[in-house]
């Protein structure tokens, strides 16, 4: 899991000089916008039918009070440009006698206890249209609107703007979504929310990140970078005993990948594309297998183009986009044939037999490019679920334990063996042990034919206690290490 594994810096102050600022509530909680500075009064979320668009959209309380301080949203802090806010909005129910939404905007004031200072008068209304008949009907179709923003607000101090929903008679709320500003968002997060200062940041790209905080600070369009599993120097590695249902040779080293994966976001933390390189280790199987790589929780809708996958044997279709077609996640397939990216010296086996010449690897680079929809913070709370395909026998799936197969696997295979306990469980034995391994760092796995459990004696104490017990037991210098069975 990229959750709780990867080291971070995600910073939650957001700005883009690219005079667009959007909100789309994809996030469906509440607390990650208010974490941003945005600001809710009597609106939550919905992500059930009555939604606009995505997964989530906001909704009203019951708009039967003509106060403008009765349902509402206000964004952050925002340096305004010229242009036009639109969003879209609709009824969820039809009775009641007027409905509105009043859009206001909002001044700094540092005098004032809130940093809010006096609001304009209403800049924007959108009278929900009602069919007379024995009593008043509104339309609930989905309403497109927009309006320019003010001239005066165009004054390059920081403004809130403010949508309230109001009215008289009857139960409707409004549903809204996809909000865009032409606007730059200037809020601290790490400064209760006040406005960012306008002076003192130097920021040579123009996105709102001062350039000590940006990690790209001559490309507007990026500002923040993390890795997994550590840093840009450390490559973990996933190592895989192909045998699955079976215990095999159990030896770990039929498959063994080293990987790194980076992650770019913009100033709003939103992930603009990623890149994972993959270098084989070690090949010490008879079969000829491919590798996947799951992302599970992210839709493959959210990327726009894969490249750099070598695939050459027909056992995987695409979608445009470049993921595997037939998901209902984002699935990418760096290889389909483990001979087609790794470079033989001689002998059966690939760097798993003492005394044979080593043998090198292609890198294996994926690009992946996104839509932009996605937030950091819900890609680094999703499973980064590899896999291996054995013997290039597209449903045949082995993944790391309690890691569930894509939509592609052959699900009848689970639960087929006694060492397998199905029911659930994915991928492990009925006491722990996995057939797939995920390191956060270099390992050195065994070599041909020796039993992990005779490589690193802990190794068993470490599985059966669900990582309880013994977790060093791989690393260099641990009591249960026995290096004449290190390749």
Same mark, same amino acid.
């Given at each position: 899991m990229l959750k709780g594994l990867l080291v971070s810096s995600i910073v939650l102050l957001s700005a883009s000089l690219q005079a667009q600022f959007s909100m789309d509530f994809e996030s469906g909680d509440r607390g990650v916008e208010q974490a941003n500075c945005w600001q809710f009064g009597a609106v939550g979320y919905v992500n059930?039918?009555?939604?606009?668009?995505?997964?989530?959209?906001?909704?009203?309380?019951?708009?039967?009070?003509?106060?403008?301080?009765?349902?509402?949203?206000?964004?952050?802090?925002?340096?305004?440009?010229?242009?036009?806010?639109?969003?879209?909005?609709?009824?969820?129910?039809?009775?009641?006698?007027?409905?509105?939404?009043?859009?206001?905007?909002?001044?700094?004031?540092?005098?004032?206890? %809130?940093?809010?200072?006096?609001?304009?008068?209403? =800049?924007?209304?959108?009278?929900?249209?009602?069919?007379?008949?024995?009593?008043?009907?509104?339309?609930?179709?989905? =309403?497109?609107l927009s309006f320019p923003v003010p001239a005066g607000v165009q004054n390059g101090q920081p403004w809130k703007m403010m949508v309230s929903f109001a009215g008289t008679g009857g139960n409707n709320r409004c549903v809204t979504d996809n909000y865009v500003f032409p606007a730059t968002y200037w809020a601290d997060p790490s400064d209760g929310c006040r406005p960012i200062p306008l002076v003192g940041i130097a920021d040579a790209d123009g996105d709102g990140v001062d350039d000590a905080d940006d990690q790209f600070p001559n490309d507007p369009n990026l500002a923040y970078e993390t890795f997994y599993p550590a840093d840009k120097n450390t490559f973990g590695t996933l190592a895989f005993e192909d045998m699955?249902?079976?215990?095999?040779?159990?030896? *770990?080293?039929?498959?063994?990948?080293?990987?790194?994966?980076? #992650?770019?976001?913009?100033?709003? %933390?939103?992930?603009?594309?990623?890149?994972?390189? *993959?270098?084989?280790?070690?090949?010490?199987? =008879?079969?000829?297998? @491919?590798? @996947?790589? =799951?992302?599970?929780?992210?839709?493959?809708?959210?990327?726009?183009?894969?490249?750099?996958?070598?695939?050459?044997?027909?056992?995987?279709?695409?979608?445009?986009?470049?993921?595997?077609?037939?998901?209902?996640?984002?699935?990418?397939?760096?290889?389909?044939?483990?001979?087609?990216?790794?470079?033989?010296?001689? @002998?059966?086996?690939?760097?798993?037999?003492? @005394?044979? %010449?080593?043998? /090198?690897?292609?890198? #294996? #680079? /994926?690009?992946?490019? *996104?839509?932009?929809?996605?937030?950091?913070?819900?890609?680094?709370?999703?499973?980064?679920n590899p896999f291996l395909i054995r013997n290039q026998v597209r449903g045949m799936e082995i993944h790391l334990p309690d890691l569930p197969p894509t939509n592609l696997a052959n699900q009848s295979v689970l639960g087929t063996s006694s060492d397998d306990s199905g029911a659930g469980r994915y991928y492990k034995t009925s006491n722990n042990l996995p057939w797939a391994l995920n390191i956060p760092a270099h390992f050195d796995y065994p070599k041909e034919q020796v039993d992990i459990l005779d490589a690193y004696e802990d190794f068993a104490e470490w599985a059966q206690s669900a990582g309880q017990l013994a977790p060093d037991w791989y690393l260099e210098g641990s009591n249960g290490r026995v290096d004449v069975n290190i390749y």
């Open positions: 059930n039918s009555e939604k606009i668009s995505g997964t989530t959209s906001a909704r009203s309380n019951s708009m039967s009070n003509t106060s403008l301080n009765s349902s509402w949203i206000k964004t952050p802090w925002m340096i305004w440009n010229a242009g036009t806010v639109s969003f879209d909005a609709r009824l969820i129910n039809t009775t009641g006698d007027t409905k509105f939404i009043a859009v206001r905007f909002i001044p700094f004031d540092d005098a004032d206890a %809130n940093d809010e200072g006096v609001y304009t008068d209403i =800049e924007y209304q959108y009278d929900f249209v009602a069919i007379v008949t024995s009593r008043p009907r509104f339309f609930t179709s989905i =309403e497109s699955w249902p079976y215990m095999g040779d159990y030896d *770990f080293n039929d498959l063994v990948v080293d990987y790194r994966l980076a #992650v770019r976001a913009n100033a709003q %933390n939103k992930v603009q594309n990623a890149q994972m390189k *993959f270098y084989v280790r070690a090949v010490g199987a =008879e079969m000829t297998h @491919g590798f @996947g790589v =799951e992302f599970n929780g992210i839709a493959p809708n959210t990327i726009t183009s894969v490249t750099g996958y070598v695939l050459t044997d027909g056992i995987v279709s695409l979608s445009a986009n470049g993921t595997e077609s037939g998901q209902s996640n984002a699935v990418i397939i760096p290889f389909d044939n483990v001979e087609n990216v790794i470079n033989r010296t001689g @002998g059966y086996f690939y760097n798993t037999q003492s @005394g044979s %010449n080593p043998g /090198i690897s292609d890198t #294996v #680079v /994926i690009d992946i490019a *996104f839509t932009g929809s996605l937030s950091t913070a819900n890609f680094l709370a999703m499973d980064f």
